[in-house]
Structures are given as structure tokens and as C-alpha cells.
């Protein structure tokens, strides 16, 4: 397409020039969106007119009105035509298998085997939650009292107490047992103990007497069973858990020159967890050599099992390390590739309470976006006059440190690189002395034989060994 301007037309030499966008293109179908400015300003360039491909005839643009006009409508056009910065893909968040706070999000589904909750009917009350153990604990007194209630009525109703409430010579089996309320009532004192006074079983009533024991039988039964619920839902270390803190971003960083990843618990409780031992585990997906998949496959993080660093003594925050070896998930994963990674990291700390010795455990978890690489946690621990303080403040925070960002076997075979480059080079430095100090006594002894040669006698101890 030429481009030379019609004559007549006043265009300046940057206008000629210019290089059209290539935002200026349609998305869509590819053809030239075009606005009215543009299209003139488009049309006195080609001298055609675009819409009918004829030759153009231009007019002559008046400086300082009609081409500044035009200029500005390509200008906005190729402003809103011209693709933006390129936006970095969103990363899809994962499902956490384990929640911050330690639950896990697994829930039961189809489970049609609901009679093996009533096997363990105990652990399954327990595990209700407090508005439904409360429920189940006022319906457990009320029905029972109001199960035997009207047994005790119904005994007086057989007997025809209740037609002889004014017959002075007549035994009752519960004397002022006069309706379904004072039955309702005595069977609250029977089985609480109570015992008011006023209402009392005589012994013309062996019915009655036999009601009397299986109620304080089963009474006792039903006091130990929810009085035991109740304690154990009160007692559970759960809430004690909830002093256990971990941080919330782990890191990885150098430690003795080797990459660890590391993370932070603490304790905020002056009563200490006892025999306190740390566990953690890498959630990942993973395809086997056969085809198979396994879906939130669990691999084992070793944070110290054979040297006995996984038991610990929390009594200040404790930095946990995972050293990235051989036998680590990670052994093989750079910067680079953890970030384009897809696992949790799950955490366990267990132990015994020490108010209570019942056994706690308090769980988190970790993110590939939650892993800081090149970052090291800020200490919180000072020495004041007498004692040490933690501020706690600081547990979650870190700071950046010089890290490399390749793997730790591109690390470890750097290093052993250097280690091989080091070995080999003394020994060579060592032989180079020995064969200087070898050249050098053979420099002499070539002296001294041309010495010899010029007719200067050997020294005396020479020739007596001689």
C-alpha cells in the first residue's frame, strides 16, 4: 500500500512515520476497527478511500484543528484497542486436607453401616456437639423420671388407691399418691435421693417394693452414664490445643550449609506439655509406574526421629527442622519448582497434659503459597535480669537471608565438586614442593662435580670416608 500523502495535504513528518499498533487489530475476526478520526486521518496517509477502494481526493487539514483531532481519536483508540500488561495466571487454591486450626476437612459420606454408632454409644456422645449433649442429657433424666412416674401410677391406679384417697383405714403403696403429679414427683425423689417425707412407700406393696429397686438400679446406671459424658466433654484436652501455636508460614533457608525447612511452635500456657513429640507429613498426589492414582498420598518428613530431635521440651518456642536430604521429597526441588509445586505439609504436635495427663494433639498445615524460600524467623527470645521472656509478637515473623535457589542435590553436588577440587589440588602443591627441593639438591650436586673438574680438592671428611 503506498503511503505517500496526496499533494495539497499539510502532514507533519512524525504522522508519516508512524508504525501502527498491532493492538489496533480486531480480537475477534481480525479486520481493521476502525473510528471516524482514525479512519480520515488513515485514509489522507493512503490517499484511497477505504470504504469504497477509490482513489481519495484529500482536503487540505487545517493546522491546529483538524489534524490535532484526529491524532487524538487514534490515540484513544489504539489506548483501549492495545493489550494491557500481560496478567499473571491465578493460581487455583488448593483444598487444604487439614485446616489452620487443626481440623480436618474429611467428612463422611454415604456411610450406611449407622449401627456401628451405637456399638460405641459412649464416644458417640461424647462426639456430639454441646447443644446435643445437653439435649441428650435432659431428655435422659426427664424420660426416665417420667417413665417410672407412671409406673408408680399406674401401680396406685391397679390397686385403688387413688378410690380411697379419703379412707382413713385403707394401706395405700405410696402414701399421698393422689394423681399421675405426686407419682411424677416421688419417682424424681426415688431416684434423685431426695426424699422429702411426704410421700413415702409402705410395705403393704411388694410391687411397689420391687419398683423401688430396679428404679435405684437403673437410677445409678443413668447418673453414671451421663454424669461420665459430661465429665469427659468437659475434660477433653481439645481446648487445650488451642494454646498450642505453630507459625504461620514455613520456611526454607541454610542451615550448616545444607537447605532445611523449618517451622515454629510454641506453647502459651505456663503448665508445659509433657513428653511432647513432633510429627510431620507431606500431602501430595502421585501417579504410580502402573497408572495408578492415589490421591492425598502421605509421605513422612523426618524432623529428627533418629537423633531423637522430634521429642521435645516446649517450654520456649521451638524452631522445627526438616533437613532436605537423599531421603527427603524435596531433594530435588529448587526454588523454581517448589513454586510451581502442589502439596500441604501437615503437622502434628502430641502430648500429655500436665493439669489433667490426658493426651493432646494439635495439628496444622501448610501451603505451597505458605512456604517462604530464602527466609529465616526472627528470634523472640531475650535475656531480662533473672529470667527469659518471649514475645510472642514476633513468633510469626521473618526475614529474608541469602539463599541459593537451586535444589539441595545441585547444592550437595556443588559441594562435592569443591571438596574433590580441594582434595586433589593439595597433594599436586605438596608434589610440586618436593620435586622443587629434589631439583634444587640435584642443582648442587652438579656444582660440587664441576668444582671437582676444575681442580679443587674435596673437603677432608670426604676423603677419610673415601
Request: aromatic share 8%.
Amino acid at each position: 500500500m503506498d503511503a505517500t500523502p496526496p499533494q495539497g495535504s499539510l502532514l507533519p513528518a512524525t504522522l508519516l512515520s508512524t508504525r501502527w499498533a498491532p493492538g489496533c487489530l480486531g480480537k475477534g475476526s481480525g479486520s481493521l476497527s476502525l473510528s471516524q478520526g482514525s479512519l480520515q486521518l488513515r485514509e489522507l496517509l493512503t490517499g484511497k478511500n477505504l470504504k469504497q477502494n477509490q482513489p481519495l481526493q484529500a482536503p487540505r487539514l487545517r493546522p491546529g484543528r483538524d489534524l490535532p483531532a484526529a491524532a487524538t481519536a487514534m490515540a484513544q483508540e489504539n489506548t483501549a484497542l492495545s493489550p494491557g500488561p500481560e496478567e499473571q495466571p491465578r493460581r487455583r487454591g488448593r483444598q487444604r486436607y487439614v485446616e489452620k486450626d487443626g481440623r480436618c476437612n474429611v467428612q463422611q459420606g454415604n456411610v450406611r453401616e449407622t449401627y456401628r454408632y451405637l456399638t460405641d454409644l459412649f464416644t458417640t456422645l461424647v462426639d456430639l456437639q454441646w447443644r446435643l449433649s445437653l439435649l441428650f442429657f435432659v431428655l435422659a433424666y426427664a424420660l426416665t423420671w417420667l417413665f417410672f412416674g407412671a409406673i408408680w401410677w399406674l401401680i396406685a391406679y391397679g390397686r385403688g388407691d387413688l378410690e380411697h384417697l379419703e379412707d382413713t383405714a385403707w394401706t395405700p403403696c405410696v402414701n399421698n399418691l393422689n394423681g399421675f403429679v405426686a407419682a411424677f414427683l416421688f419417682s424424681i425423689e426415688t431416684e434423685t435421693t431426695i426424699g422429702y417425707g411426704h410421700r413415702v412407700i409402705t410395705d403393704q406393696c411388694p410391687e411397689g417394693i420391687v419398683l423401688l429397686l430396679l428404679q435405684a438400679i437403673l437410677g445409678s446406671m443413668v447418673n453414671a452414664f451421663m454424669v461420665g459424658c459430661m465429665f469427659v466433654k468437659i475434660s477433653q484436652p481439645n481446648k487445650r490445643a488451642a494454646t498450642l501455636v505453630f507459625s504461620s508460614h514455613a520456611v526454607v533457608s541454610l542451615r550448616d550449609g545444607r537447605l532445611c525447612l523449618m517451622f515454629r511452635v510454641g506453647d502459651l500456657r505456663s503448665s508445659h506439655i509433657v513428653e511432647a513429640s513432633i510429627r510431620a507429613k507431606l500431602i501430595r498426589s502421585r501417579q504410580t509406574l502402573e497408572g495408578e492414582f492415589i490421591p492425598l498420598h502421605q509421605t513422612d518428613l523426618s524432623v529428627g526421629f533418629e537423633t531423637g530431635d522430634d521429642r521435645l521440651f516446649l517450654v520456649s518456642p521451638l524452631v522445627i527442622s526438616h533437613e532436605i536430604d537423599a531421603a527427603s521429597p524435596f531433594w530435588e526441588a529448587s526454588r523454581r519448582a517448589l513454586e510451581r509445586d502442589d502439596f500441604e505439609i501437615v503437622v502434628i504436635l502430641e502430648g500429655m497434659v500436665e493439669a489433667t495427663g490426658m493426651t493432646c494433639q494439635a495439628r496444622s498445615s501448610y501451603l505451597v503459597d505458605e512456604v517462604l524460600w530464602g527466609h529465616r524467623f526472627t528470634s523472640v527470645l531475650t535475656l531480662e535480669d533473672g529470667f527469659y521472656e518471649v514475645d510472642y509478637a514476633s513468633f510469626h515473623q521473618t526475614f529474608e537471608v541469602p539463599t541459593p535457589s537451586c535444589s539441595a542435590r545441585e547444592l550437595a553436588e556443588a559441594a562435592a565438586r569443591l571438596d574433590a577440587h580441594l582434595y586433589w589440588s593439595i597433594p599436586s602443591r605438596l608434589d610440586e614442593k618436593v620435586e622443587e627441593e629434589g631439583l634444587g639438591e640435584g642443582a648442587g650436586e652438579e656444582a660440587g662435580a664441576d668444582k671437582e673438574q676444575n681442580g679443587c680438592l674435596p673437603p677432608v671428611e670426604s676423603e677419610s670416608k673415601v
